[in-house]
């Protein structure tokens, strides 16, 4: 069963930086998906990025590009795999909680929809003020 256990957030007044990082395990695939969603209050979940663990390409949100980097460790087992998220010039309205997710069975990254992913973490908010 894939895990996904995120870590970082915080808070943080516009302009400034922070990361994230997000560690899986339980892939039994060798290559996979991984990447971050985001809902705010009272939005819907949005897609924010994802890496493809093969070659390392990369997708991002037209709201982040520019700002936010996606990378990931390169892990030597298969069953494990770590993407972070550094987010630069943060606006208030990047406020939000932040989701890591995976594809369960490996492969390309689909479109950045939220019921193409079967795992997701538990969230870690991020607070960006004015």
């Known amino acids: 069963q894939v895990q996904l256990v995120e870590s970082g957030g915080g808070s943080v007044q516009a302009g400034g930086s922070l990361s994230l990082s997000c560690a899986g395990s339980g892939f039994t695939y060798s290559t996979t998906c991984m990447g971050w969603f985001r809902q705010a209050p009272g939005k819907e979940r949005e897609g924010v990025a994802v890496i493809y663990s093969r070659d390392g390409s990369s997708f991002y949100t037209d709201s982040v590009k520019g700002r936010f980097t996606i990378s990931q460790d390169n892990s030597t087992s298969t069953a494990t795999n770590t993407v972070h998220l550094q987010m630069n010039s943060l606006k208030p309205e990047d406020t939000a909680m932040y989701y890591c997710?995976?594809?369960?069975?490996?492969?390309?990254?689909?479109?950045?929809?939220?019921?193409?992913?079967?795992?997701w973490g538990q969230g870690t908010r991020v607070t960006v003020s004015s």
């Open positions: 997710v995976a594809l369960i069975y490996g492969g390309r990254c689909p479109p950045l929809v939220p019921k193409n992913f079967r795992a």
